[in-house]
């Protein structure tokens, strides 16, 4: 299975241009040149989409569970024996380091869909006896037609984490990945009808936001929208979908604390908080980049921080040395660094990085950037409160519990926190009063695909993950029969 240079659609069943037959480039961040071309779709491309989705809904929405298991773990089964294909394409499309992509996004994908697959053949309703005179049960059965749309960060990993729960409950599905990130969910169709998947079950549309992503928001039969992606575009999905009555799940930005106690293990938190600070160059909504630390460690976790983070090698994602790729574009980049100097303006240090790497020979016009870390900011300016999406993290001291609260619940954001200490009690004291949708204590992005996953306040809406994904796909119906 291998990448091509001119994408196709996925549509009822085929591998078809868009009606137009327009393209847009896909750039290689790690040398910043194009090197393959994606659809330019647009609303009647949607159109298309959905009507053989429409065609294919009562067939799949009957199969039964044990179909839809088997071919969703064929697909699975089909993820995993091209593993490291896919991660070549992954690591290309987004300039992560190949290895990333081969022990983490792509193992990920085929559990994904092999977790759900499994789950709905457990996926139960409830009933409720009155004594004497009914019982009612309930029915969940698949909404139809449904929309997902996902971004450039994870882009296998997240796509499947969407689109599995919807075809494993029976929905059909009208999906966009990110135009940025397109190849994995290129090579996820050519899996497709290798796994034998009922044409227009799944249909992938590729192309920009604004056209293609748009007219999946807004086609009035498409009955549920599940995103993940900036707060401005969610706010965007939900003043479109929300009058429209369309169920939403929305998994948005995050801007999440990294709280670290006196009392932690010291050795097992530094290695943790690199972790969380720049996978994936920082390019996680999940990553911890306002790092909160209990004065007496301060000095000692700064110095050791500084000095690991210098450490990380900065380069090809095809080298087995590389710690951090490419970033996944020039204006990212960019952005990213405009972060930097707008911290300098508000007061901060940069104690290391915040600089664009000069590679030379083929990687010469890439996009790499040493990552960064600041100090001496306040925690209300925007560096510590606007999500930056990057290899940058601020670090502050603090004294109390009480102030290391106001400063981790200071910000619009509530996705995720991290707490480092031995003591139980307290951790689960921090945890209770955290304003987030996930709290990680002694670890980071350690995740169970049973438990529930989103964020709050302007983190997004709705969760994913377990039962909650296969609940949002699904409509609740009570039956009740009188005796």
């Known amino acids: 299975m291998s990448p091509d240079k001119y994408i196709k659609n996925y549509i009822d069943g085929a591998l078809v241009p868009a009606i137009s037959g327009e393209y847009l480039d896909n750039v290689n961040p790690a040398i910043g040149q194009v090197y393959s071309h994606i659809p330019a779709s647009e609303a009647s491309d949607v159109q298309r989409a959905y009507e053989a989705a429409e065609r294919a809904f009562p067939e799949w929405s009957k199969a039964g569970v044990q179909k839809r298991f088997r071919i969703l773990t064929r697909l699975a089964d089909i993820i995993e024996q091209n593993l490291d294909a896919f991660a070549k394409a992954e690591s290309i ?68 984490w969407k689109i599995a729960p919807a075809l494993a409950t029976g929905n059909c599905v009208v999906a966009k990945p990110s135009e940025v990130t397109p190849m994995t969910a290129y090579l996820l169709s050519k899996a497709c009808i290798e796994a034998g998947l009922p044409p227009g079950v799944l249909n992938i549309v590729h192309g920009e936001g604004p056209k293609a992503g748009q007219a999946i928001i807004e086609h009035p039969k498409i009955k549920a929208i599940s995103f993940t992606g900036g707060t401005n575009t969610g706010r965007k999905i939900a003043a479109t979908a929300a009058p429209m009555f369309k169920k939403l799940s929305l998994e948005l930005g995050g801007k999440n604390p990294n709280i670290i106690f006196a009392d932690c293990d010291f050795d097992k938190m530094i290695v943790g908080t690199l972790k969380s600070s720049f996978s994936n160059n920082g390019q996680i909504c ?185 609940r949002f796909f699904t409509e609740a119906k009570n039956v009740c029969f009188k005796y």
């Open 93 to 160: 499309d987004s300039g992560k380091p190949f290895r990333n992509a081969q022990t983490i996004d792509i193992p990920r994908a085929h559990q994904n869909i092999r977790f759900f697959a499994t789950a709905i053949m457990h996926f139960s309703s409830e009933s409720h006896h009155m004594e004497g005179e009914a019982i009612n049960f309930t029915l969940r059965q698949p909404i139809g037609v449904v929309g997902c749309i996902s971004p450039w960060n994870l882009p296998l990993y997240l796509f499947t």
């Open 286 to 470: 999940l990553c911890g980049s306002r790092i909160y630390v209990e004065r007496p460690i301060y000095d000692k976790f700064k110095e050791e921080l500084v000095k690991r983070t210098k450490f990380l090698k900065v380069g090809d994602p095809f080298s087995s040395v590389t710690d951090l790729g490419a970033m996944v574009s020039r204006s990212h980049m960019e952005k990213v660094m405009s972060y930097v100097a707008l911290a300098e303006v508000e007061g901060g240090k940069i104690l290391c990085g915040g600089e664009q790497v000069e590679m030379k020979g083929e990687h010469e016009g890439g996009y790499y950037l040493r990552p960064a870390v600041i100090e001496g900011l306040p925690h209300d300016c925007r560096t510590n409160q606007e999500e930056i999406f990057g290899p940058v993290v601020t670090i502050m001291p603090f004294d109390t519990e009480e102030e290391v609260l106001k400063y981790a619940n200071g910000t619009d954001y509530g996705l995720s926190a991290t707490l480092w200490t031995k003591d139980i009690t307290k951790a689960n004291r921090i945890a209770e009063s955290i304003q987030a949708g996930i709290v990680w204590v002694n670890c980071w992005l350690l995740r169970d695909l049973r438990t529930p996953f989103g964020g709050v306040k302007s983190s997004g809406v709705g969760r994913e993950g377990g039962l909650e994904a296969l």
